[in-house]
Antibody, heavy 121, light 106 residues
Framework: QVQLQESGPGLVKPSETLSLTCTVSGGSISSYYWSWIRQPAGKGLEWIGRIYTSGSTNYNPSLKSRVTMSVDTSKNQFSLKLSSVTAADTAVYYC???????????????WGRGTLVTVSS | DIQMTQSPSTLSASVGDRVTITCRASQSISSWLAWYQQKPGKAPKLLIYKASSLESGVPSRFSGSGSGTEFTLTISSLQPDDFATYYCQQYNSYGTFGPGTKVDIK
């Protein structure tokens, strides 16, 4: 079955750029939307952005100025870059799949296990 | 921005109880609402989409209802595996999650 796996540094210094990759295994990255969602410890979920295999993106307006997402269909991977990080960006980061359905935006039917990223000097 | 609220924030219940969680949107989102279950240290799991559509593989004791601004998630007979935190998410405008409802053992 399809599985998602996040990878990247677990520790990032303040003001630097957080970089994560999600690898899709057991199926094709095509024909779905792919998203990043984060969750600070003990808190709720925040959608960061989404990318389609064409490369088209949508970002959370509150993070838009700092977020860049990309996709590499040859590797079945998509990536997140979040610039100018602060301690407030410390969270578990999940990658997730969103089905392409007739809806304004997206819900998420498959999630990775998540990776903790800590912002600290 | 569409804001989501959930009530209660914590719910204590026993196995076999009927449990209802309410989610409210700050403006109408039609039926563009999903429900997720999350257990400690795990990723959220999709239960319901489009307010009342049951995701494949999810037990039929879970059901969703509502439209517009008020929605409910009902567990008809709480099972030991159901003690978890439940989140609603609107997808009418981007994707905003509710703050969660923790269902714990009474």
């Amino acid at each position: 079955q399809v599985q998602l796996q996040e990878s990247g540094p677990g520790l990032v210094k303040p003001s630097e750029t957080l970089s994560l990759t999600c690898t899709v295994s057991g199926g094709s990255i095509s024909s779905y939307y792919w998203s990043w969602i984060r969750q600070p410890a003990g808190k709720g979920l925040e959608w960061i952005g989404r990318i389609y295999t064409s490369g088209s993106t949508n970002y959370n307006p509150s993070l838009k100025s700092r977020v860049t997402m990309s996709v590499d269909t040859s590797k079945n991977q998509f990536s997140l870059k979040l610039s100018s990080v602060t301690a407030a960006d410390t969270a578990v980061y999940y990658c997730a799949r969103a089905p392409v359905v007739a809806a304004p935006y997206w819900y998420f039917d498959l999630w990775g296990r998540g990776t903790l990223v800590t912002v600290s000097s | 921005d569409i804001q989501m609220t959930q009530s209660p924030s914590t719910l204590s219940a026993s196995v076999g109880d009927r449990v209802t969680i309410t989610c409210r949107a700050s403006q109408s989102i039609s039926s563009w609402l999903a429900w997720y279950q999350q257990k400690p240290g795990k990723a959220p799991k999709l239960l319901i989409y489009k307010a009342s559509s049951l995701e494949s593989g999810v037990p039929s004791r879970f059901s969703g209802s509502g439209s517009g601004t008020e929605f409910t998630l009902t567990i008809s007979s709480l099972q030991p595996d159901d003690f978890a935190t439940y989140y609603c998410q609107q997808y009418n405008s981007y994707g905003t999650f509710g703050p969660g409802t923790k269902v714990d053992i009474k």
